[in-house]
């Protein structure tokens, strides 16, 4: 199995951007989908941005506007870019590969260990 590797996290101050890697060991263009999901203690994980395969994208409401999630198949790599950060958006963020966006937690892949955003206000 391949494996996910997300960087890019830090503390922040609110209003800045962050900008999230997540880089994955086979061929992101064989997938259907890509997507990234965050979980704060206590909470379940949560889809934030998925993109397809032909790039339509879909967003969690609370991030509309303010995150944009894109690929680059040549580097096997994909991103999230999140401006106007706001506490609220902290949590640990992790990136995977789901069977569809319709079914965002049916996953190939095995979690990473997702990296740390912390939004201060």
Same mark, same amino acid.
């Given at each position: =199995?391949g =494996?996910l !590797?997300?960087?890019?996290?830090?503390?922040? =101050?609110?209003?800045? *951007?962050? $900008?999230?890697?997540?880089?994955? !060991? $086979?061929?992101?263009?064989? @997938?259907?989908?890509?997507?990234? +999901?965050? =979980?704060?203690?206590?909470?379940? $994980?949560?889809?934030?941005?998925?993109?397809?395969?032909?790039?339509? !994208?879909?967003?969690?409401?609370?991030? /509309?506007?303010? @995150?944009?999630? *894109?690929?680059?198949?040549? /580097?096997?790599? @994909?991103?999230?870019?999140?401006?106007?950060? /706001?506490?609220?958006?902290?949590?640990?963020y +992790?990136?995977?590969?789901?069977?569809?966006?319709?079914?965002?937690?049916?996953?190939? @892949?095995?979690?990473?260990?997702?990296?740390?955003? !912390?939004? *201060? *206000?």
């Open positions: =199995q =494996q !590797t997300e960087s890019g996290g830090g503390l922040v =101050q609110a209003g800045t *951007s962050l $900008r999230l890697a997540c880089a994955v !060991t $086979r061929e992101i263009n064989r @997938f259907k989908a890509l997507a990234w +999901y965050r =979980q704060v203690p206590g909470n379940q $994980r949560e889809l934030v941005a998925g993109i397809t395969n032909d790039g339509g !994208t879909d967003y969690a409401d609370s991030v /509309k506007g303010r @995150f944009t999630i *894109s690929r680059d198949n040549a /580097k096997n790599t @994909f991103y999230l870019e999140m401006n106007s950060l /706001k506490p609220e958006d902290t949590a640990v +992790y990136c995977n590969i789901p069977v569809g966006l319709g079914v965002p937690m049916n996953v190939y @892949f095995n979690w990473g260990r997702g990296t740390q955003v !912390t939004v *201060s *206000s």
